[in-house]
């Protein structure tokens, strides 16, 4: 593997079939919290994210919205640009299907198969989810009594009845390849419990697939075949190759990708369909696929026709977007499903982020102004010190390891611990005696070591007032995790500024 080679990380393409939401958010706040963590260790990292603009559920929204495919996905997707960019989403592209550069990429990666032997051509009978833009099995639908078959994934959706000549792909020749895969690999599937519902599927037998459309207007034509188009997730997938440059050359420096985020709610497409795809067209495949869980509001699904709502905006406004970041990957687990309300975002940021940090920050810098003129003082290290390197440790291994939430945990313990300290030490009584001038330097200087450490484990999470309480300690740009414990902060001078996290006037939300 090339040493040089950067951290790759992609999200899901968002559908351009409705405007962003939480389940969303979720995904790409995570997302960056990776991608800024490896940033952090020094890592050159590639950040993807961008639109699924093809299919027919999109096909349907710009009818039913009386404007034209792309003008509706060109509109769609600057609502999902500016979403990211006030959620402060660290992407270096944000790529679209509807781009040159991805059909180009797209008909190649046919070109390949084909020359493997895996495409033909046959008629598809059977069921098609159009909010889940996939063919489903029978068995894989429910039926309320009285009722239609329907997606559970899409119950307000009637599932449609197909029989059209398509372009098939041979899955099934990949059952054992991909099981010999999960043996030899068992990282391509994270966390455990996703990578155990795929065996379950392999083990049951893989069917080939149709690969294509016919008389669907809307989508990349399949090649040497104008009366077909490429079915949209073969499409949707290969973006994670045309976002980095292929066909060209030049995609071999970042790829293979080292992970991809995706919702547990398409681990086939990308943990059965996609890796197939790559092994029949001479591709090496990703090193993991991380499927995160779902985020409900009150144990129950968010939705609008149900009226359990939380929408992106309202959220964001609520107590600005660091605090939203900060709560969805406290509440959430990166490894599993998770459930918010407004009250627990109300509790989290009043108790954890407005009094413990917050006012650690405002007590620590307030006392290195009154008792230091505002200058970090010089001081061998205390007991703060060595809880600081033990949560440096502990915060990489569970970020290795992709479990974000408790990766915040590590961070807001060594805060409670610096709150702690505070008051062990009480440095208001050590001001008041000469003697005691030494013992509050050490104080203060390991106070200023903590701040700026939990500011280093908490900026993949809270950008902007992590990177605030940096500079009020005299620190403009963040240490790497490598660097931030020996950082020298003695000589720096201090702002206490306003409170990083103002208590809100929750009678007004």
């Known amino acids: 593997m090339d040493p040089n080679k950067r951290f790759y990380i992609t999200t899901a393409i968002d559908y351009a079939n409705g405007s962003p939401h939480l389940g969303h958010a979720v ?20 950040f993807v994210i961008g639109m699924d603009e ?34 402060n989403i660290s992407h270096d592209d944000f790529i679209r299907t509807t781009e040159d550069r991805h059909h180009r990429g797209v008909q190649e990666i046919i070109r390949l198969i084909e020359a493997n032997g895996d495409f033909y051509q046959g008629t598809y009978s059977g069921y098609y989810c159009v909010g889940c833009e996939g063919y489903k099995t029978e068995d894989e639908l429910v039926q309320e009594e009285g009722e239609e078959l329907r997606c559970p994934t899409h119950p307000s959706l009637e599932v449609q009845w197909m029989e059209e000549e398509n372009w098939f792909f041979r899955l099934s020749a ?41 008389r669907l ?16 997730w073969l499409d949707a997938l290969t973006n994670y190759l045309t976002a980095i440059g292929f066909p060209g050359e030049e995609y071999q420096a970042t790829w293979p990708a080292d992970v991809h985020v995706i919702g547990k709610d398409i681990t086939r497409f990308h943990c059965i369909y996609w890796p197939a795809f790559l092994l029949s067209a001479g591709i090496e495949l990703p090193k993991t696929v991380w499927a995160h869980g779902f985020v409900t509001y009150g144990g129950r699904k968010l939705s609008k026709s149900a009226g359990v709502t939380f929408e992106l905006p309202e959220a964001i406004d609520r107590h600005g977007p660091d605090a939203l970041r900060y709560y969805l ?10 459930d918010i309300t407004r009250e627990r975002f109300d509790e989290r940021y009043t108790t954890e982020l407005a009094n413990d940090l917050g006012n650690l920050a405002n007590r620590s810098l307030s006392m290195i102004e009154k008792y230091r003129g505002g200058v970090v003082p010089s001081a061998p290290p205390r007991s703060l010190d060595e809880s600081c390197e033990k949560a440096v440790e502990r915060y990489e291994h569970v970020m290795d390891d992709g479990l974000l939430h408790q990766g915040i945990h590590t961070a807001m313990d060594l805060v409670s611990e610096a709150n702690g300290f505070i008051e ?12 005691g001038a030494p013992e509050l330097d050490a104080t203060l200087a390991s106070l200023a070591r903590a701040l ?34 020996s950082l020298d902060l003695s000589g720096n001078s201090v702002i206490r500024g306003e409170p990083l996290f103002p208590r809100p006037d929750l009678q007004t939300k």
């Open 27 to 46: 995904e790409k706040i995570g997302a960056d919290v990776v991608a800024r963590y490896h940033r952090r260790k020094g890592e050159d990292v590639h």
């Open 54 to 87: 093809h299919g027919q559920k999109v096909l349907q929204s710009a009818d039913a919205a009386g404007v034209s495919p792309a003008e509706w996905v060109d509109a769609i997707a600057e609502e999902f640009t500016e979403a990211w960019k006030v959620l």
């Open 174 to 214: 990949y059952t054992e390849p991909l099981l010999k895969l999960l043996d030899e690999r068992p990282e391509l599937v994270q966390p455990e419990i996703r990578r155990n519902e795929i065996r379950k599927v392999l083990e049951g037998g893989l069917e080939d697939i149709s690969v294509s459309r016919s």
């Open 217 to 232: 207007p809307w989508g990349v034509p399949w090649p040497e075949d104008p009366d077909h188009i490429v079915y949209v």
């Open 329 to 338: 990957l406290r509440e959430v687990p990166w490894n599993g499903d998770g």
């Open 424 to 435: 062990r030490q009480a440095p208001w009584s050590l001001a008041k005696d000469p003697a």
């Open 452 to 485: 700026l450490v939990a500011a280093t484990l908490l900026h993949p999470f809270m950008p902007e007032r992590m990177g605030e309480l940096s500079r009020r300690l005299g620190t403009p740009e963040l240490p790497t995790l490598g660097l931030v414990l």
